[in-house]
C-alpha cells in the first residue's frame, strides 16, 4: 500500500517513482535505473512537467514514422517495462510492431522478469531471448550489441526509450531510423536520434497511441508528408528554448 497521501502536491511525481521502486523491488529495474530515472525527474522539472508544442511535433512525426515502416520495433529495458507495460503493448498492437528485450545492464533473470511482465499485458511474442536467434550489432561494445536476428537486427525502425547513445548511433549506422523518448534534450541519445521525444515516457507514450490511432486511416503519402515537415535538430533547438521559456517565466514569478 502506498504511503502518498493524495493530496500531496507532487502526487503524481511521486506515484511514478512508485512505479519504478516497485519495479525495482519485483525485480525489473536496474539499480541504475533508479538513478537513470531521478535525472529525467530533474529535466521533467525543467519542462515544466508537460508535454511541451516541440515534443507533440515529434510524437506526430514518430507516429508517421511508425506505421509507415516496414518492420518496426519497440525496444525495451527495466524502466519502461516497470513505467508503462499496458501501453507497450497497446503501442505494439496499433503499429504492428515487434517488441523486443534489449538491456544496458544485462541480467538474464531480470529479462526474464521484463518478458513475463509484459505478457501478462497481453504481449504475444517478445523478441530478444532466444540466444539461438541472438547476433551481434557491429559498433557497440555494451551488452546492447546483442540483438535478435528477427528483431531488431532485421528491423528498419526501431523506437528506443531511455537510451544510451552509443546503441543509437549504432543503430543509425545500420541504416535504422531511431525514435527516442528522453527527457533531457543535450542527452547524446537525443542528439543522435532521427526523432527525439522530449518528454516523459508515461506521459508521451499516451500521445504517441493516440497520434498512431489517428493516422492508421491516413495514406502514405500524407505520412510522407508529417515526416518530411519534421526537423530534429531544429525541434530540439525549440525544446531547449522552450525549457528557457519556462525558466524565464518561473525566475518572473519567484
Ligand atoms: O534496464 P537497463 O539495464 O537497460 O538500463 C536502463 C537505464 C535507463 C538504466 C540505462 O539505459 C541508462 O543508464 O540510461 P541513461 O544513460 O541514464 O539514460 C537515460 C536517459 O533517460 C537520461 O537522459 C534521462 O534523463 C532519461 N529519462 C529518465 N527517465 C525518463 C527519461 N526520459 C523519458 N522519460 C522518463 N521517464
Same mark, same amino acid.
Do not use: M
Given at each position: 500500500m502506498t504511503v502518498i497521501p493524495k493530496t500531496h502536491p507532487r502526487v503524481e511525481s511521486l506515484l511514478i517513482r512508485e512505479r519504478l521502486v516497485n519495479g525495482f523491488d519485483k525485480g525489473l529495474v536496474a539499480k541504475e535505473g533508479l538513478l537513470a530515472h531521478g535525472r529525467g525527474e530533474a529535466f521533467d522539472y525543467l519542462i515544466g512537467e508537460n508535454t511541451g508544442k516541440?515534443?507533440?511535433k515529434a510524437i506526430k512525426a514518430a507516429a508517421a514514422s511508425l506505421l509507415l515502416a516496414k518492420n518496426?520495433?519497440?525496444?525495451?529495458?527495466? =524502466? %519502461?517495462?516497470?513505467?508503462?507495460?499496458?501501453?507497450?503493448?497497446?503501442?505494439? $498492437?496499433?503499429? !504492428?510492431?515487434?517488441?523486443?528485450v534489449n538491456?544496458?545492464?544485462?541480467?538474464?533473470?531480470?529479462? !526474464?522478469?521484463? %518478458?513475463?511482465?509484459l505478457?501478462?499485458?497481453?504481449?504475444?511474442?517478445?523478441?530478444?531471448?532466444?540466444?539461438?536467434?541472438?547476433?551481434r550489432l557491429s559498433g557497440i561494445d555494451s551488452a546492447r550489441r546483442m540483438v535478435d536476428k528477427n528483431g531488431i537486427y532485421?528491423?528498419?525502425?526501431?523506437?528506443?526509450?531511455?537510451?544510451?547513445g552509443d546503441r543509437t548511433l549504432a543503430l543509425k549506422r545500420s541504416k535504422k531510423k531511431v525514435i527516442t523518448f528522453d527527457l533531457n534534450?543535450?542527452?547524446? *541519445?537525443? !542528439?543522435?536520434?532521427?526523432?527525439?521525444?522530449?518528454? $516523459?515516457?508515461?506521459?508521451?507514450i499516451n500521445e504517441l497511441i493516440n497520434s498512431c490511432k489517428?493516422?492508421?486511416?491516413?495514406?502514405?503519402?500524407?505520412?510522407?508528408?508529417?515526416?518530411?515537415?519534421?526537423?530534429?535538430?531544429? =525541434?530540439?533547438?525549440?525544446?531547449?528554448?522552450?525549457?528557457?521559456? $519556462?525558466? *524565464?517565466?518561473?525566475?518572473?514569478?519567484?
Open positions: 516541440s515534443a507533440r518496426p520495433v519497440i525496444s525495451v529495458n527495466g =524502466n %519502461v517495462t516497470a513505467l508503462c507495460p499496458k501501453e507497450i503493448v497497446e503501442l505494439s $498492437n496499433v503499429t !504492428q510492431a515487434k517488441i523486443e538491456l544496458f545492464y544485462e541480467n538474464k533473470k531480470r529479462k !526474464q522478469n521484463i %518478458v513475463k511482465t505478457k501478462k499485458h497481453g504481449a504475444k511474442e517478445i523478441f530478444g531471448i532466444n540466444p539461438k536467434s541472438s547476433i532485421s528491423s528498419d525502425l526501431v523506437l528506443v526509450p531511455l537510451e544510451d534534450p543535450l542527452s547524446r *541519445t537525443a !542528439q543522435t536520434a532521427n526523432i527525439s521525444i522530449i518528454d $516523459n515516457f508515461v506521459r508521451g489517428k493516422y492508421s486511416s491516413k495514406k502514405d503519402f500524407e505520412l510522407k508528408r508529417i515526416i518530411e515537415d519534421f526537423d530534429n535538430k531544429k =525541434n530540439l533547438s525549440s525544446n531547449i528554448i522552450e525549457i528557457k521559456s $519556462n525558466l *524565464t517565466r518561473r525566475a518572473k514569478l519567484a
